[in-house]
Structure formats: structure tokens, C-alpha cells
């Protein structure tokens, strides 16, 4: 069961999420096209890819990672960022750092995957997503107008590249406005109610 405090904590992480919004376009050399497993397999999936990517042995068929694997996995690429002059391979050992840290964290607080909040859940799932590719381009927009990008100087060269990204941005845009004027209206409906 939720306390009070863990779920205004739980909003309020929704609701700085909703404040910003993210596109990645990424460079794959296979697309399977499945569908996400689920929090449990992908979970699984993410150990497996990250341990092939640093040459250690991967967990059984449907064994799930522990903090501590996670940590070990973490810890390996953050080692072998420093001798790596590839940018490609030193950011995906980064994103591996860095996402390892992060799930060991959530596993810590609650080692039952299936037990997972929402924020949990889909931190998960954006790792799966990412999963050892690399980003060509990435674009961040926040509520209050602040616009990033980044672009990798090699997808300068493909011009339909930076085309999809842009339609990618635009059909999360239009996304983005309708979740936002969905929950204005519902937080006007519920200060109505109240009154």
C-alpha cells in the first residue's frame, strides 16, 4: 500500500516529467520490431545486452539481475570509458554507467521488479529502448520553451536522417500538447469538484 507521502512524491516525479519532453533518433543495424516484454523480461534483456556488450557472462534464461550484478556491470563500463578513444563505443559504455547505477538504485529500494512504480516502470522501459545503440540525434523541449539538440556530425551527412527526427519531434509535440491539455482540464475539473 502507497502512504501519503510516497504517492505526492510519486505525482510530483510525474508531474517534473511531464515538463519536458525527449526524441531520440537511433542508429540500429537490426530492427526486430517486438513489442516491450514487460518489466520482468525486459529487465533480463537489458543484463544480457549490457554483460554481452563487456564480455561477462550473462545471467541464466530468466534469471533476474540483482543491485549487485547491476552495480558490477556499471562499474565495468565506467572502467572502460577511460581507455576507449571511440566516441560511439566511450558514450554507449557511459549510457551502460550510467543506466547500470540507475536500476541497481531502483532494484535496491525494491529488489521485486514486479512491485515497481510507474517512474520505475518506465525508466525501464526507456533502457530497454535505448538498449547499446547509438543516438544520432536527440531533442529535448521543456515547458518553458527551452529547446536542445544534439546531432552526431556524421547524420549532418544524411539530410533524411535529420528529416525523421524532425517528424519525430513533431508527432511528440502534438502527443505532448494533448496529454498536457488532458490533464489541465482534468485538474480544473477536480478544483471545481472541490469548491
Known sequence: MINGSDLAARTEQILVDLLSLEVNTIWSESITGERYPGVEQALHEVDKLYAERLGIAPLAHG??????????????????????????????????????????????????????????????????????????????????????????????????LLDVHKQQVGAAMTFWRGLVDVLSTLVTSLRTGLR
Open 63 to 160: 534469471e533476474l539481475p540483482s543491485a549487485e550484478r547491476l552495480m558490477v556491470l556499471a562499474d565495468e563500463a565506467r572502467r572502460r570509458q577511460d581507455g576507449v578513444e571511440n566516441d560511439d563505443q566511450r558514450a554507449i559504455l557511459a549510457r551502460i554507467s550510467s543506466n547500470g547505477y540507475t536500476l541497481a538504485r531502483i532494484l535496491h529500494i525494491q529488489p521485486n521488479p514486479a512491485l515497481w512504480a510507474p517512474t520505475e516502470r518506465a525508466t525501464l522501459r526507456k533502457v530497454w529502448d535505448m538498449g547499446t545503440e547509438i543516438i544520432v540525434a536527440q531533442t529535448i523541449i521543456t515547458l518553458d520553451g527551452d529547446v536542445t539538440m544534439r546531432v552526431r556530425p556524421s547524420a549532418l551527412a544524411e539530410p533524411r
